[in-house]
């Protein structure tokens, strides 16, 4: 029987590890599995945005038991891919010891979507649209790594 083959290290790394990099490691457990190990993390650690939880829960995926990780406490595991979903995690990204590839996939920030609506419904909308868009982009995993410009 021929051997698997390895899943893919993925680091999901946002600027809080609360919200985008949370979903997309939800994503990725629920859509891929079979081919990726799913990690995120932070440059800092703001805890799990409520929101975020609500509306992947909305979406059937259950991200409440997630925790909320600084970046140096994965500094051990060799990633393959690290994919920045925000500006600042893009420009703070430390450096990581391996082959690990960087990737930036910036994602709007929800909380600062949501600050200017008028009611709850309207930004709930706004996580709902990022977790959407973020569903798109882990659908595609890991094809498009291969084909992403913004490789370094």
């Known amino acids: ?15 809080g590890n609360s919200c985008r990099s949370q979903m997309a490691e939800g994503w990725a457990r629920r859509l891929k599995s079979d081919l990726i190990e799913p990690y995120s993390a932070g440059i800092e650690t703001h805890g799990l ?3 975020a939880v609500r509306v992947m829960a909305e979406a059937g995926i259950d991200i409440s038991g997630q925790q909320s ?8 595991i060799l990633f393959d891919y ?13 450096l990581f010891a391996g082959r690990a ?4 996939v910036g994602f709007d920030d929800p909380p600062r979507l949501a600050k200017e609506a008028k009611t709850e419904q309207t930004a709930l909308d ?3 649209r990022v977790r959407d868009q973020i569903r798109s982009f882990v659908a595609d995993l890991p094809e498009t790594l291969t084909q992403n410009p913004e490789m370094r």
């Open 1 to 15: 029987m021929p051997q698997a083959k390895p899943k893919l290290k993925i680091l999901f790394l946002c600027t």
């Open 49 to 51: 945005n409520p929101n």
């Open 101 to 104: 590839k960087i990737v930036h």
């Open 126 to 128: 706004c996580y709902r």
């Open 69 to 76: 990780k600084h970046v140096d406490d994965l500094k051990h």
């Open 82 to 94: 690290v994919i920045t979903v925000c500006d600042h995690a893009h420009e703070s990204c430390p």
